[in-house]
Each structure stands twice: as structure tokens, then as C-alpha cells.
């Protein structure tokens, strides 16, 4: 399968601990983009990555969340001291770049804080 | 602010007619246009885009127009089965420092009764 994936599907946490995300994009893909998503929302823009370059952060995205890609391949994003309010769906999604949109999604990370 | 718009929460068809979902948009710089589809427990998946150059693009049993001056597009799914019951996710591209991140509408549940 050469699919975006995801890993874990699902963490649940204690509010004030650190949760870490690994997203794996399609290997050819050179962009790579993290989302959340809440219930009865859509998928909302955290931030994009361009190889290893962080090239974008959304407002949305508070100085508790991190987000790397070291050598332009794997991304993770990190969030520190979680709150309930951190509970959503999170997505990766990759593209090709280079003037084409369509980005693929994996299958995403349910966080759940308690 | 909301920017891209689905005004239907849901929508109920009966097997092989015609699905119309809709979508409206408020901002003039958006340059391209994304359908997604997704069912439960997965990431969402590309069904179909527009260019903001075309008034429509047409891959098999779904079409997607777009109409520039009243900033609406809408899928059409012909003939609908019932497979294609989903959650479906207007998105569109805004091109602000080279990011092409999509902005999502909130979906809408489209059920197709056999």
C-alpha cells in the first residue's frame, strides 16, 4: 500500500501530557500538510511542509504544538501539556506539489484527552 | 469567518438518481476546487477538482460545476448508488505565499437509499 499512513489511530491521554504523531506520506510526495478536525467541522490547516522545510502555521496551531519533517520524508507533530480541548481527528495529508492541489489523506489520529 | 460554505447538513436520494451538493465560497482568490469523500473512521479521500479557469469537470458518474460570478459549485453524482453514502467536503485552494492549503467547508451527509 502506498497510501499516506498514520500511526497511532487512536491515543488517549491524561490532560497536561505530551502526545507525539508520525505521519508517513506517498513516497514521491514532496508536500506535506497536518489538519484537525472536530466533530461536525471540516478539516482545518495546521501547518505544511515543503521537504524539510516548515513553510506555513496556522494561527490555529499555539506554541504547545510542534511539527517537524527532518529529511523530508516522515513528518511528526507534538503536542505538549494537551488539554481537552486538543481532542479532534488529526490529518496528514501529501502532495505532489508543483502546481497540482489534490492532496491525499491518511487515515488520521483520533487524540482523546481525558 | 466561515469561507467555504455547505449549506445542507445532509442530503437523502434514492438509488440511481441524481445527487446535487452544493457549495458556496466568499473568497475571490480561491483558484481551485476539491471535492473529498469520507466515510467513517477514514481520512478523506479525492473524488474530483475544478480549476477556477473551467465551469466544469466531468470523471465518470460525478461533475463538478463551478460558477465564478455567483462563487458556487456544486457536485452532481449521476446515476447515485448506494455505496456513494458518505460525507462529502467541499475544499478550495488558496494560494497565499505559494501554500495551496485547502479550506473546508463543514460537509454533508449524503444517505442513498436503495
Known amino acids: 500500500d502506498t497510501g499516506v499512513s498514520q500511526d497511532p489511530r487512536h491515543k488517549i491521554t491524561k490532560r497536561g501530557q505530551n502526545v507525539t504523531f508520525r505521519c508517513d506520506p506517498i513516497?514521491?510526495?514532496?508536500?506535506l500538510y497536518w489538519y484537525r478536525q472536530t466533530l461536525g467541522q471540516g478539516p482545518e490547516f495546521l501547518t505544511y511542509f515543503q521537504n524539510e522545510a516548515q513553510l506555513e502555521k496556522s494561527r490555529l496551531l499555539s506554541d504547545r504544538f510542534s511539527a517537524e519533517r527532518p529529511k523530508g520524508s516522515f513528518s511528526t507533530l507534538e503536542i505538549q501539556r494537551t488539554e481537552q480541548g486538543d481532542s479532534a481527528m488529526y490529518l496528514c495529508?501529501?502532495?505532489w506539489g508543483g502546481g497540482v492541489y489534490e492532496q491525499y489523506f491518511g487515515p488520521g489520529t483520533r487524540l482523546t484527552v481525558t | 469567518d466561515q469561507q467555504v460554505k455547505q449549506n445542507s447538513p445532509s442530503l437523502s436520494v434514492q438509488e440511481g438518481r441524481i445527487s446535487i451538493l452544493n457549495c458556496d465560497y466568499t473568497n475571490s482568490m480561491f483558484d481551485y476546487f476539491l471535492w473529498y469523500k469520507k466515510y467513517p473512521a477514514e481520512g478523506p479521500t479525492f473524488l474530483i477538482s475544478i480549476s477556477s479557469i473551467k465551469d466544469k469537470n466531468e470523471d465518470g458518474r460525478f461533475t463538478v460545476f463551478l460558477n465564478k460570478s455567483a462563487k458556487h459549485l456544486s457536485l452532481h453524482i449521476v446515476p447515485s448508488q448506494p455505496g456513494d453514502s458518505a460525507v462529502y467536503f467541499c475544499a478550495a485552494s488558496y494560494r497565499q505565499g505559494g501554500s495551496e492549503k485547502l479550506v473546508f467547508g463543514k460537509g454533508t451527509k449524503l444517505t442513498v437509499n436503495p
Open positions: 513516497s514521491e510526495h514532496n508536500r
Open positions: 495529508a501529501s502532495s
